[in-house]
């Protein structure tokens, strides 16, 4: 059974400061998806890492996927209250191709 | 396009009693999935579509849960009889690829709650 450790689980910051969740397995993953979720809504997927040791940028977001494809990191610089949100990483691997494997979550609180 | 859809959004229903919960994917897409989150816990697999054959229906955590995608379109998930632990966030998702790392849409889930 694959899993995925993410940390930290809660993370309350003021505006303009930096920060960075972890995703991490002892399972090697054949991608690795970021997702953002608002209350009441489904996951949102902001990307997808293939290979390892990638990375991806989408603005602030930084996203990186460990060379042995275990682990991956979500660094946001300058954190800005419309970055506040649940992030979610997952992956696919293994034998079930498409099934994602999830972490627990972020939940993440960017005051002004 | 239309995104995936989900319905009902929310359903309150007892203990013992059946619930139906529909996804209608995005037009086109042949994969469908069914995922489920119970509070607390992270969102968990339940079962994956190619078009209307189960590929993958390991996550199916035991035989009340029934699910159905005739015609390869939309899809139905069956609870009979609801259990209290059956309490969660039914999400669907839907991807046009069989490869590696789809491009998964959800839709806004069903909040099921069994009293």
């Known amino acids: 059974t694959q899993l995925l450790e993410q940390s930290p689980q809660f993370l309350s910051i003021q505006e303009g400061e930096n920060l960075t969740v972890y995703c991490n397995s002892s399972?090697?993953?054949?991608?690795l998806q970021w997702y953002r979720q608002e209350p009441g809504e489904g996951p949102v997927l902001l990307v997808t890492?293939?290979?390892?040791?990638e990375v991806k940028k989408l603005k602030r977001l930084t996203f990186q996927f460990g060379d042995a494809r275990k682990d991956s990191s979500l660094h946001i610089t300058a954190a800005q209250p419309g970055d506040t949100g649940l992030y979610l990483c997952?992956?696919?691997?293994?034998?079930?191709?498409?099934?994602?494997?999830f972490g627990q979550g972020t939940i993440l609180t960017v005051h002004p | 396009e239309a995104g995936v859809t989900q319905f009902p959004s929310h359903s309150v229903i007892e203990k013992g009693q059946t619930v139906t919960l529909r996804c209608d994917p995005i037009?086109?897409?042949?994969?469908l999935y069914w995922y489920r989150r119970v509070m607390g816990k992270e969102i968990k697999f339940l079962l994956h579509?190619?078009?209307?054959?189960?590929q993958d229906e390991s996550g199916m955590p035991n035989n009340r849960f029934l699910a159905e995608r005739t015609g390869g379109t939309y899809s139905t998930l069956k609870v009979q009889p609801a259990e209290l632990e059956d309490s969660g966030v039914y999400f669907c998702?839907?991807?046009?690829?069989?490869?590696w790392g789809p491009g998964y849409t959800f839709g806004s889930g069903t909040r099921l709650t069994v009293v």
């Open positions: 998702a839907s991807s046009p690829g069989l490869r």
């Open positions: 579509f190619v078009k209307e054959s189960k």
């Open positions: 890492v293939v290979t390892g040791g």
């Open positions: 037009s086109g897409h042949d994969n």
């Open positions: 997952a992956g696919t691997g293994g034998t079930s191709y498409g099934k994602l494997t």
């Open positions: 399972s090697v993953f054949s991608s």
